[in-house]
């Protein structure tokens, strides 16, 4: 009964979690739009921080209660499933996938922040020198987009602004809820199957947080902003880096620990994910079905390691 309560949990919570970021990112971006923003801007800020709040709730909750594997397994299963699993769905669903100028400083941010983070774990511990740096990256990123917004801005608003506003703290609200019963569920489940919480949240957790940004990829995809789908992931893997791990280890109060599997498994299978999916972006400014495909395999490579 005990495993039961705690599956339909994390069902529940996955539920409130795909349907309060599916409003939570339309409300943010009618606002966006309201505002004036350009599509690219939306993709790479506005929809990215608000398709990563799951991820964000999810690790700093879980921080906050003690469970740190779990919150740093999130966060970084997050980034590892968004680019081999949904990224990768992107490069498939497309024949080409155009990278437009303004993704490149992105995607070397990115590429920065992973080598930062990593080399400030090798003692065991997310060292606050690497906090310190990641914070400068997360700045230099926003800084970026707003450096792009002034060039691209367009003078289009919406005087219906202002009705996107309850939708926004609704699905805000249902992302918060469903990101505590996903932390529940899973530690449920992860005792029922005598696991580890690493397991649970650098899988399931990883995956079901990631919903929103699978929805709002195939969504972009559907309506032919494939430089939208790219930025999303691109932006929402910068914060999930720079952001999620220096706040949960400033809410737990004692650091974060990086266990051995993090740094022998975790790190190196979301570093390699990573350089295949950024490289040939930086390179060729165009994604391809192979490079989407070897990134399944290479996802697919890195759940059998773990496991």
Known sequence: MEFLGSLLAFALGIFLVVKGGDVFVEAASGLARGLGLPAFLIGATV???ATTLPEMMVSVLAAAQGKVEMAVGN??????????LILATGMVATAKMPLK????IPCLLLLAAAGILWAACTGGR??????????????????????????????????????WIWRFLLGGGGIIAGSQ???????????????PERIIAVTLLAVGTGLPELV????????????????????????????????????????????????????????????????PL??????????????????LCYLLCIF
């Not at 310190?132 to 289009?156: D, H, P, S, Y």
């Not at 914060?239 to 004692?254: C, H, K, M, R």
């Open 216 to 279: 709002t990829t195939l969504t972009a995809l559907r309506k032919g902003e494939a430089a939208m789908s790219v930025g999303n992931i691109i932006g929402a893997n910068i914060i999930d880096i720079t952001l999620i791990l220096p706040l949960s280890a400033l809410v737990s109060g004692q650091g974060l620990p990086i266990s051995e599997q993090n740094l022998l498994v975790d790190f190196p299978g979301f570093a390699v994910i990573l350089l295949i999916a950024a490289v």
């Open 101 to 104: 100028r303004g993704l490149q």
């Open 126 to 163: 997310l060292a606050a020198w690497g906090s310190c740096l990641l914070a400068v990256i997360c700045v230099g990123f926003i800084m970026e987009n707003v450096r792009q917004a002034r060039k691209e801005r367009t003078e289009e608003r919406s005087a219906q602004a202002g009705k």
């Open 75 to 84: 966060a970084l299963g997050s980034v590892t499933a968004n680019t081999g």
């Open 282 to 299: 930086l390179l060729w400014k165009k994604g391809s079905r192979v490079q989407g495909v070897l990134l399944w395999l290479l996802y």
């Open 181 to 195: 019963l996903l932390i529940s569920g899973g530690e449920g489940i992860a005792i029922f199957f005598g696991v």
């Open 47 to 49: 929809v990215s921080l």
